[in-house]
Every structure is written in structure tokens, then in C-alpha cells.
């Protein structure tokens, strides 16, 4: 069957430190993987895209990975801030065209950074 | 630029009852979504417009649940009869040319049936 994991339910990280959220997907072939950012009553946000023919993107603090043979992929926030505290959600893109279609998330990871 | 504006933010209905969920997508976006997020889940497709003709609606329980967008920019969803499980947030997004990549979310409507 397919499946998206998203690793720990919650991750707590200090301060400064680097938080690296993991997402693993069985019996998928995506054409991209999104990663989004959502706060409690809030609509998901969208951070970063990455293809299946790229190995990293980077902006700002954010960088992601994407290891089609591994089907991972790995979400990192440098130098973290109380205000990056959130649920992260990956999600798989399929479609090979211009339109966005359907996407296929994962059930996320709350991220809390303390102080 | 203005976002996805979504109405009613919250409601609570007793089973059997139905419920209606309004959308404005950006402007110009020629796609619109619609997605439901039960709580600790991530977001669901339910169905795909774009402009006013459906692209996917192969996960919408079509014996409840129906959505439309008749002039190819606002759309409702609407429920009935609602079920417990139901109880969901309804997400509308949009996405268009200048858009990039991204889908722009609204931030949900929050329904309780009780």
C-alpha cells in the first residue's frame, strides 16, 4: 500500500541548533515533493519545492533533500528559532505537467524550539 | 495581493444536517481545490477544479458531498446529510500561472458535527 511517514510525532529542539525532519514514502514515483508549514488554525503554508531530478534546494535557513532511490527526503532548519515552532508537512506532487494536481501528504511533524 | 478567502470559519451541526463551505481563490487562479484535514492528519483531496470544469474528484463521497464552481471563480462545498466523521477542517487552495509551483491555502473551515 502507499505511504507517507513522517518521522516522530514531535521533535524538541533547542535554540540555535539544527532541526532535520525526515519523510518516507513507499509505492509512490513523485515528480516533486513539497514541504509546508501550518500553525494551529492555520492553512498550510508553502516553504519549498523540490524535483525528482534535484538533489538539494536551499533558501534562507531552510534546505531540502530529495533521495528518489531511498524515496526520502530531508527537511533542515539551521541556526532554529522559537518562531519556526510549527507542524511541518511533506507532500508528493505526481503529475508531470503544468498543473498542479492532486497532492499526497503526510500526517506532519510539531516542531517546538525552547529557548 | 489578497489570499484564499474561505466562510464560514467555524460551524457546528447536528448529524444529518447540512452544512455549506464558500471559497474565493486568488485572483486569476485558474485552480481550485478543495482538501479536508481530519485533526492529526495531513490534508485530503476531495476535489480539483480548473476554471469550472472538475479535474479530480475521485476521493469526493459523491453520495454526500458536493462542490461546484459555475462561473470558474468562487466554489462551495456543500454536506448533506453530515456524518460524525465529518468533523474536519475544509480546506480551499488555488494555484494559476504566476503562481509558480506553490498552491496558496485559505486557512479552513473548522466543522464540528455533533
Known amino acids: 500500500s502507499q505511504k507517507i511517514e513522517q518521522n516522530s510525532e514531535a521533535l524538541n529542539i533547542q535554540e540555535g541548533k539544527t532541526a532535520t525532519l525526515t519523510c518516507n514514502y513507499t509505492?509512490?514515483?513523485?515528480?516533486?515533493l513539497q514541504w509546508y508549514r501550518q500553525d494551529p488554525g492555520r492553512g498550510p503554508v508553502f516553504l519549498l519545492l523540490i524535483r525528482e531530478n534535484e538533489k538539494e534546494k536551499r533558501k534562507e535557513r531552510l534546505k531540502v533533500t530529495f533521495d528518489t532511490t531511498l524515496k526520502q527526503s530531508l527537511f533542515h532548519i539551521t541556526a532554529s528559532q522559537p518562531a519556526d515552532s510549527a507542524t511541518y508537512l511533506c507532500?508528493?506532487?505526481?503529475?508531470?505537467?503544468?498543473?498542479?494536481?492532486?497532492?499526497?501528504f503526510g500526517r506532519g511533524t510539531q516542531l517546538t524550539v525552547w529557548p | 495581493e489578497a489570499g484564499v478567502a474561505q466562510s464560514p470559519r467555524y460551524k457546528i451541526i447536528e448529524k444529518r444536517q447540512s452544512v455549506a463551505f464558500w471559497c474565493n481563490p486568488i485572483s486569476g487562479h485558474a485552480t481550485l481545490y478543495w482538501y479536508q484535514q481530519i485533526l492529526g492528519q495531513g490534508p485530503k483531496l476531495l476535489i480539483q477544479f480548473q476554471n469550472n470544469g472538475v479535474v479530480d474528484d475521485s476521493q469526493l463521497p459523491k453520495d454526500r458531498f458536493s462542490a461546484e464552481r459555475l462561473k470558474g471563480v468562487d466554489s462551495t462545498l456543500k454536506i448533506q446529510p453530515a456524518k460524525l466523521e465529518d468533523s474536519a477542517v475544509y480546506l480551499c487552495?488555488?494555484?494559476?500561472?504566476?503562481?509558480?509551483?506553490?498552491?496558496?491555502f485559505g486557512e479552513g473551515s473548522w466543522l464540528t458535527v455533533v
Open positions: 509505492n509512490y514515483s513523485p515528480a516533486y
Open positions: 487552495a488555488s494555484s494559476g500561472e504566476g503562481s509558480g509551483n506553490t498552491i496558496y
Open positions: 507532500a508528493l506532487g505526481l503529475d508531470r505537467g503544468s498543473t498542479l494536481g492532486r497532492l499526497y
